[in-house]
């Protein structure tokens, strides 16, 4: 069982950065692949970055890609999100997620553990 708790959302002024983090409890962090969805008022939940459990091969949505980072910091069981050049748009819940098994990154559904997600508004 892996729980994950996210932070670091808040408010942001277009143009602006956050960096979200998610940290899993459970001593095997390093064998899950993780991943950061957002979903905003309305809309479906939509894929936003994924990160092998080595941190080497990173995948992100093409409305992020250049933006946002994501990273992972086995050693402390976190992931990371750096979001830059913020957007309205870019307002939602921003969840993590953890799976054991090699996931198609994008679908949810890929997915076994889920956080409780931070909101992230971005003001223009």
């Known amino acids: 069982q892996v729980q994950l708790v996210e932070s670091g959302g808040g408010l942001a002024q277009a143009g602006g950065s956050l960096r979200l983090s998610c940290a899993a409890s459970?001593?095997?962090?390093?064998?899950?692949?993780m991943a950061w969805f957002r979903q905003a008022p309305g809309k479906e939940r939509e894929f936003v970055a994924a990160i092998s459990w080595s941190g080497e091969n990173i995948f992100y949505a093409n409305s992020v890609k250049g933006r946002f980072t994501a990273s992972r910091d086995n050693a402390k069981s976190t992931v990371y999100l750096q979001m830059n050049s913020l957007k309205a748009e870019d307002t939602a819940v921003y969840s993590c997620a953890a799976s054991r098994a090699p996931p198609q990154p994008t679908i949810p559904r890929s997915y076994d553990y889920w956080g409780q997600g931070t909101q992230v508004t971005v003001s223009s």
């Open positions: 459970g001593p095997t962090f390093s064998e899950y692949a």
